[in-house]
């Protein structure tokens, strides 16, 4: 066997590591929930208005969004006030306003479009979510199509 000897400036960059410096993405990520301007509209008046029954910057920081397993269809939605943004919360902020995600929430919500409607009836925040498989009668309540975690196509 014959073998080429190496001279000394190969073998020393053979064994050095060089690491590229870190890219930050080019493209923005996107919010794991998009609010409609109406939908920020209405939430900032409950803030401000939940602000001044509470003595000022005392109030709610935010609105909090999540689910809960209960209605006909399996899950429905949570809004509560917020003073505080949890660890693994997310946070969007857009129009203005804050709104936090519950990290447990995530993954059944991710990608909706949250607006506030009003008609003649009835005003409410209506959740216009990918992810539901299917709701019950009155609107309540939602499933979300089962994850495909490990399922090879084909």
């Not at 590591?17 to 301007?37: D, F």
């Not at 602000?51 to 809004?79: H, N």
Request: some cysteine; hydrophobic content about 35%.
């Amino acid at each position: 066997m014959l073998r080429a000897p190496l001279s000394r400036g190969m073998a020393s960059a053979a064994g050095k590591v060089v690491v590229a410096p870190r890219r930050r993405s080019r493209l923005a990520l996107r919010a794991p929930i998009q609010l409609t301007e109406t939908a920020a509209e209405r939430i900032k008046e409950l803030l401000d208005r939940r602000r001044e029954s509470g003595g000022g910057d005392d109030g709610p920081a935010a609105l909090r969004v999540g689910v809960k397993t209960r209605g006909c269809s399996g899950m429905s939605y949570t809004m509560n006030y917020a003073t505080e943004k949890k660890k693994l919360d997310e946070e969007v902020v857009e129009h203005g306003v804050t709104v936090w995600i519950d990290s447990a929430a995530l993954m059944h919500i991710v990608g909706t479009t949250m607006d506030y409607v009003e008609d003649d009836l009835s005003a409410e925040f209506i959740f216009h979510n990918p992810n539901a498989e299917g709701s019950c009668g009155c609107g309540e309540s939602f499933t979300t199509k089962p994850l495909d975690i490990g399922r090879a196509d084909g």
